[in-house]
């Protein structure tokens, strides 16, 4: 059950990081054309940057959830099944401890961000949305990963 709703939840956030593409391009083109004739969209290099943060973040679950990583196959096909399963138990538990620490920092860095008032340099856009933001992405990556993990280790059913 709750794979179905991980599944979901990084499906959605794929298709917001998509949104964020789409948006990234019609204010860059936008302001290319509008700049030509002299009335340039102030602050485009801000949204651009949080928007393109947020393309490569949302994304992270999904690939997951669709084991599209890169990983080490060639290392793996040459050892027992044994081995590859114990490199794959260590990895998840590994992958986990790293997402769930970079996102307790992730949101610490975001309430220090709203409580300075930190805001983008030209439009004044405040800064900490987008983190949390990236710390549900990476919320969500390390439930997947979790989930993932117990699905291998959980005996086969007859």
Not at 73 to 98: D, H, N, P, Y
């Amino acid at each position: 059950m709750i794979e179905k709703w991980v599944g979901v939840l990084s499906d959605w956030l794929c298709w917001l990081s998509a949104l964020c593409i789409v948006g990234m391009m019609l204010l860059t083109s936008s302001d290319v054309a509008l700049r030509y004739v002299g009335f340039p969209i102030k602050g485009t290099y801000d949204v651009v940057g949080l928007l393109g943060a947020l393309v490569v973040a949302l994304p992270i679950a999904r690939t997951q959830v669709l084991n599209r990583h890169v990983s080490m196959e060639f290392m793996a096909q040459r050892k027992s099944r044994i081995a590859r399963g114990i490199a794959q138990a260590i990895t998840s538990v590994l992958g986990i401890a790293v997402y769930a620490t970079v996102t307790w920092q992730l949101v610490a860095f975001a309430a220090k961000l709203k409580a300075i008032g930190r805001v983008s340099d030209t439009v004044e856009i405040p800064l900490y949305p987008f983190v949390y933001a990236i710390a549900v992405a990476f919320l969500l990556t390390c439930v997947v990963l979790l989930v993932q993990f117990f699905v291998f280790v959980r005996p086969a059913r007859e």
